[in-house]
């Protein structure tokens, strides 16, 4: 059995001081445990200072939360990944329902993404979820494995199988709403039978979390939801206390 993953997406909260302060708060307070894997996702300027109070925690891994595709160049104010690398990243968000509907980031985009980021040997993890109208309209599932299929699309087999997915349906997201268990389970289902067919039958390091208004109270319940593998967490990763009660679930 794999370990469940606990990420944390801080969007565009907390500078250099409030990062460093919030993640000495938390490792007193959270002993290294080899049964879960903890994300955190700064923003790109507070990265090299929580890789800097992370650098004796194995067990907790850093993420960026948007890469360019390109790995340098003149991209004024983008984030490259060998920079986050740098600054000892091991994982990258891409494909966030922010970035996609506030930045314009296409599926095309997200799959020169990933394989920019699978080349310089960091973890892409990829989001996909349904908007409102299309969860309405019932078409979630074509919605979801178009962005699946498109954003994987560049990265070699090797790459695909230790890809982190996480479904995050877009009405959910910082709304309070968050997707029934079973429901969650059938689309996680139609992800990971992607990828079974994709690598023919090696799908053990595919991971597939569950975001979108996660909490204390309901993050036990979804993580114990058969094909949930893990949470991706926005609002609720802020306060310190409160994912501390996450992580411990
Ligand atoms: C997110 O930002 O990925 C997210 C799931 O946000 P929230 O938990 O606030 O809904």
């Given at each position: 059995m794999q370990k469940p993953v606990f990420a944390a997406n801080w969007k565009m909260h907390y500078g250099p001081q409030e990062t460093r302060t919030y993640l000495l708060k938390f490792l007193a307070s959270y002993p290294p445990h080899d049964d879960r894997t903890i994300i955190f996702f700064p923003s790109a300027a507070s990265l090299a200072v929580a890789g800097f109070a992370l650098r004796d925690r194995p067990d907790i891994l850093l993420g960026v939360q948007n890469v360019h595709?390109?790995?340098?160049?003149?991209?004024?104010g983008e984030t490259s990944v060998l920079m986050a690398r740098d600054c000892g990243a091991t994982v990258a968000l891409v494909g966030h329902s922010e970035r996609r509907q506030l930045?314009?980031?296409t599926d095309e985009m997200t799959a020169r993404k990933c394989a920019t980021i699978a080349r310089a040997g960091l973890t892409p993890l990829l989001c996909v979820g349904e908007r409102l109208d299309e969860h309405e309209r019932g078409i979630t599932q074509s919605i979801v494995m178009r962005q699946l299929k498109t954003g994987v699309s560049r990265l070699e087999k090797s790459q695909l199988a230790t890809v982190l997915v996480a479904y995050e349906p877009v009405w959910a997201i910082g709304t309070g709403k968050t997707a029934k268990p079973e429901d969650a389970t059938v689309v996680h289902a139609a992800i990971r039978r992607y990828f079974r067919e994709a690598l023919a039958g090696q799908t053990d390091s595919v991971r597939v979390l569950y975001g979108g208004s996660v909490n204390a109270e309901n993050a036990a319940e979804l993580v114990a939801?058969?094909?949930?593998?893990?949470l991706l967490v926005g609002g609720a990763s802020l306060d310190v206390d409160v994912w501390t009660r996450i992580v411990g679930t």
């Amino acid at each position: 059995m794999q370990k469940p993953v606990f990420a944390a997406n801080w969007k565009m909260h907390y500078g250099p001081q409030e990062t460093r302060t919030y993640l000495l708060k938390f490792l007193a307070s959270y002993p290294p445990h080899d049964d879960r894997t903890i994300i955190f996702f700064p923003s790109a300027a507070s990265l090299a200072v929580a890789g800097f109070a992370l650098r004796d925690r194995p067990d907790i891994l850093l993420g960026v939360q948007n890469v360019h595709w390109e790995e340098k160049g003149a991209f004024t104010g983008e984030t490259s990944v060998l920079m986050a690398r740098d600054c000892g990243a091991t994982v990258a968000l891409v494909g966030h329902s922010e970035r996609r509907q506030l930045f314009g980031e296409t599926d095309e985009m997200t799959a020169r993404k990933c394989a920019t980021i699978a080349r310089a040997g960091l973890t892409p993890l990829l989001c996909v979820g349904e908007r409102l109208d299309e969860h309405e309209r019932g078409i979630t599932q074509s919605i979801v494995m178009r962005q699946l299929k498109t954003g994987v699309s560049r990265l070699e087999k090797s790459q695909l199988a230790t890809v982190l997915v996480a479904y995050e349906p877009v009405w959910a997201i910082g709304t309070g709403k968050t997707a029934k268990p079973e429901d969650a389970t059938v689309v996680h289902a139609a992800i990971r039978r992607y990828f079974r067919e994709a690598l023919a039958g090696q799908t053990d390091s595919v991971r597939v979390l569950y975001g979108g208004s996660v909490n204390a109270e309901n993050a036990a319940e979804l993580v114990a939801a058969p094909e949930i593998d893990g949470l991706l967490v926005g609002g609720a990763s802020l306060d310190v206390d409160v994912w501390t009660r996450i992580v411990g679930t």
